[in-house]
């Protein structure tokens, strides 16, 4: 087995995009688009007279390995742009060619090919030294798409053949294990199979409903996230769906956010009216709202405030809808409506260093006590070449320091990003690990320096003058839909008791038995235990699978046995054996369970 010489996985996938495209030249006659490494892998987009297929693909990969057998030296070699432009053409590589022009155009009077064998393309690189480093049973070609060239539909639709690489066979099996597993828990899936949401075409794409377990679970979280936040110093505001097209553009979203945003809907007539053709007599034109920060902006503005209210700490589970082409949707991890779980803290510079360490301990102790141990932050901060920027370099230096150094102090594993950071302002980004190791996007943590300059926020400082406050916008869960998407994939939809829409199904052995089964559930109710009684006309061992397909957290099955001794026969969620236990022992068993958020 060839070794790996270089351990750098992103060089690897590229030099096997590479060895895909030899392969498609040799193979069809190919002419080659782009071809990145990119997460888990690599693809490559070509044009080619054959339509490939999947059924292709095992043929392509045979020829991949051929090369890797030839052990292909892989030499870099750098020419005058022109003659660059001049080699692509010959061999009527129209695609790269054109990237090369734009090149040129940009002022570049140099570029790079790498060639293997007869194979030679424009890339920057870097590659591996030869073909024969690559571990042939490292990769696998999985599947095929048509692509517009540059992805603007404006351009021809050419192919592009995506593959999964890891360092060998074992961590490719491994890969493929995941994947197997993460189908099986897929949120979409399961929802359905669950009954926790529906998205119906007639109803909206990308606009989730959902059913009363689906709800149940949402007031749980959303009870929880208020709980916590009046715990924490938080007070609540609210604010509508829609507003005036002026407040958009005095926030700056018409002009910055405006691909995300949908158009104006005019509320100056009624759909009978404009159905008729009538005109407007007054023309007023609202938006569906893509953020709830300028109204709690506006919200702060309506009075003066003193240095000695700040901070103040608003929050809102605000239904927010962001323009999302349907082609891109996916079930409840990307939407066109979904509410974020959003909170602006307004504060002076004094107080911004503490304050951010108060969200930071919040996010932690919000994914520990949804079953999330393992994250990893992204610090986002400008580009010290670009003045694209709003606000000051003072308040940038102070806030990015701020960041870095709770970051440093909280022990969070963290990775800079230069130039990540917005317009309006530097941040941290938290991504979960699921059971997986799948990472997901959730918390946000920014500051904004472009709301408090358009809004002229101010508060009266103790020199009885006015200042401009810090403003902070953060979300914890991100959104919702996004979180309990998630949620359900971490549990595979077996969620810990205290999360479970439903925590008990109690089940009759016959009609006789039904009665009693009320009685126990309704003493369950009274202690906040969400319980069902299946009274259905099947048979016990139905009932039962039922409720083990249902993902139940505890199972109750009663029968006359049950009845004479005042006893209930439980059966937990995942376990074979059952166990006899009092009403009352079951129940503060539950409770204590649920206390310890378990």
Not at 86 to 111: C, R, S, V, W
Request: proline share 4%; net charge positive; aromatic share 12%.
């Amino acid at each position: 087995m060839p070794k790996i010489k270089n351990n750098n996985l992103e060089i690897y996938r590229h030099s096997l995009a590479h060895i895909l495209m030899q392969a498609l030249e040799r193979m069809y006659g190919a002419v080659p688009g782009v071809g990145p490494a990119i997460e888990n892998g690599f693809y490559h987009d070509f044009d080619c007279k054959k339509q490939i297929t999947e059924q292709d693909l095992p043929k392509i990969e045979e020829e991949m390995k051929e090369i890797i057998k030839e052990n292909l030296p892989i030499k870099r070699k750098i020419m005058k742009i022109d003659q660059g432009i001049e080699l692509l053409k010959k061999k009527k590589f129209i695609y790269t060619a054109e990237i090369a022009k734009n090149l040129k155009k940009q002022g570049e009077k140099n570029i790079s090919f790498y060639k293997q064998g007869n194979f030679i393309n424009m890339c920057r690189g870097p590659h591996l030294s030869s073909t024969g480093e690559i571990d042939p049973q490292s990769f696998e070609l999985t599947k095929i798409a048509g692509v517009y060239w540059k992805n603007n539909e404006k351009n021809k639709m050419i192919q592009r053949i995506y593959g999964v690489s890891f360092n060998n066979k074992k961590e490719l099996k491994k890969y493929f294990k995941i994947l197997e597993e993460a189908e099986k828990r897929d949120h979409r899936k399961l929802g359905k199979e669950l009954k926790l949401f529906l998205i119906d075409p007639d109803v909206g794409l990308g606009l989730p409903m959902w059913l009363p377990k689906g709800a149940m679970l949402w007031r749980i979280m959303e009870d929880f996230w208020y709980q916590e936040h009046l715990k924490n110093g938080y007070e609540l505001v609210r604010s509508p769906h829609i507003g005036s097209k002026k407040l958009w553009e005095k926030s700056g979203h018409w002009n910055f956010y405006n691909e995300s945003m949908y158009p104006p809907m005019e509320v100056g007539q009624s759909l009978e009216d404009a159905q008729a053709g009538k005109k407007v007599k007054v023309k007023e034109e609202y938006l569906i709202k893509p953020m709830n920060c300028p109204f709690h902006v506006t919200l702060y503005n309506s009075q003066q405030h003193s240095y000695r209210e700040l901070p103040l700490r608003w929050a809102e589970c605000g239904t927010v809808y962001r323009y999302e082409k349907s082609g891109e949707l996916s079930g409840l991890t990307r939407v066109r409506g979904f509410t974020q779980d959003d909170a602006h803290i307004i504060c002076t510079k004094k107080q911004a260093e503490q304050e951010l360490k108060k969200v930071l301990d919040f996010i932690i102790f919000i994914f520990k006590s949804f079953g999330f141990n393992d994250y990893k932050v992204y610090l986002s901060v400008r580009d010290p070449k670009n003045n694209k920027y709003a606000g000051t370099k003072e308040g940038w230096d102070f806030t990015e320091k701020a960041l870095e150094k709770v970051a440093k102090e909280k022990g969070l594993d963290y990775e800079k990003d230069i130039g990540g950071a917005v317009f309006y302002g530097p941040k941290l980004d938290f991504k979960v690990k699921d059971c997986l190791g799948r990472e997901w996007q959730c918390s946000t943590l920014q500051y904004d320096f472009n709301l408090p300059e358009k809004f002229k926020m101010n508060f009266i400082n103790e020199k009885g003058e006015k200042e401009r406050p810090y403003m902070l916008h953060r979300a914890l869960f991100g959104s919702f839909e996004r979180f309990i998407g998630i949620l359900i994939e971490h549990y595979a939809g077996a969620f810990p008791l205290w999360l479970s829409p439903l925590q008990v199904k109690i089940i009759s052995v016959s009609e006789k038995h039904i009665k009693y089964c009320e009685e126990l559930a309704n003493k369950l109710r009274k202690e906040n235990i969400r319980v069902k009684v299946d009274d259905s006309n099947e048979t016990v061992g139905n009932k039962i699978r039922k409720a083990i397909t249902e993902k139940i957290p505890y199972m109750a099955v009663i029968g006359d046995k049950e009845i004479k001794s005042k006893k209930i026969n439980i059966r937990d969620y995942g376990l074979k054996q059952t166990r006899e236990i009092s009403l009352e022992k079951f129940i503060k068993e539950v409770l204590e369970k649920i206390e310890k958020k378990k």
